[in-house]
């Protein structure tokens, strides 16, 4: 097992920041990629960013102001939110997956989210 803790999150104006930061405990040496999601209501969960060992991957919608970065030796992985929009306004929850995958039926364990609200 592996649990996932989450904290940063807030409410911020349009174009300000906000970094996101996830420490994982358990059985980490079993995960290969971190990364972040986020849901709105009514909405499913989508992808933002993740980190594996080899790379960093992005949506579309966050390449070029969203950073992810991973500190194996704290097992954390942090997300610098920079030019926020409204939009970007959701829960936003850490992730874990054994392997490489970015769709969140691979996902094997999740934090319990944090609440990013952007206002315009």
């Known amino acids: 097992q592996v649990q996932l803790v989450e904290s940063g999150g807030g409410l911020v104006q349009a174009g300000g920041s906000l970094r996101l930061s996830c420490v994982a405990s358990?059985?980490?040496?079993?995960?290969?990629?971190m990364g972040w999601f986020r849901q709105t209501p009514g909405r499913e969960r989508e992808f933002v960013a993740g980190?594996?060992?080899?790379?960093?991957y992005y949506a579309d919608s966050v390449e070029g102001r969203f950073t992810i970065s991973r500190d194996n030796t704290k097992n954390t992985v942090h997300l610098q939110m920079n030019s926020l929009k409204p939009e970007d306004t959701a829960v936003y929850f850490c992730?874990?997956?054994?392997?490489?995958?970015?769709?969140?039926?691979?996902?094997?364990?999740w934090g319990q989210g944090t609440q990013v609200t952007v206002s315009s």
């Open positions: 992730s874990a997956t054994e392997g490489f995958s970015t769709e969140i039926k691979d996902v094997g364990y």
């Open positions: 358990g059985r980490t040496r079993s995960t290969t990629l």
């Open positions: 980190i594996s060992g080899t790379g960093s």
